[in-house]
């Protein structure tokens, strides 16, 4: 499963996209766990308590799992994850 990450999140990992080991019926949770685990510098910016911080989205084919059943959602094969920081402009 693939995770496309942007931003300061993509410099922090040391790339866009990022390969990790979930597979389908696996978790948006267990994926996220994956990734965090291959890329600690990661968890400070995307965590805040051990849950997803407020600010950061996580998608699943472009819908945000908040809508969904969060990091319980599962996922199927070809599903794309993303995350996202917050981003401004004008």
């Keep these: 499963m693939e995770w496309k990450l942007f931003a300061d999140l993509a410099e922090r990992a040391g790339d866009r996209v ?20 291959a890329h600690p510098a990661l968890r400070d910016r995307v965590l805040d308590d051990g849950e997803v911080a407020d600010h950061i989205n996580l998608l699943r084919n472009g819908l945000n799992v908040h809508h969904e059943d969060g990091l319980s959602t599962t996922l199927e ?14």
């Design 18 to 37: 990022v390969e990790v080991d979930a597979a389908p019926g696996d978790t948006v949770g267990a994926a996220l766990d994956d990734l965090l685990s």
């Design 77 to 90: 094969a070809g599903d794309e994850l993303a995350l996202f920081p917050p981003v401004s402009g004008g």
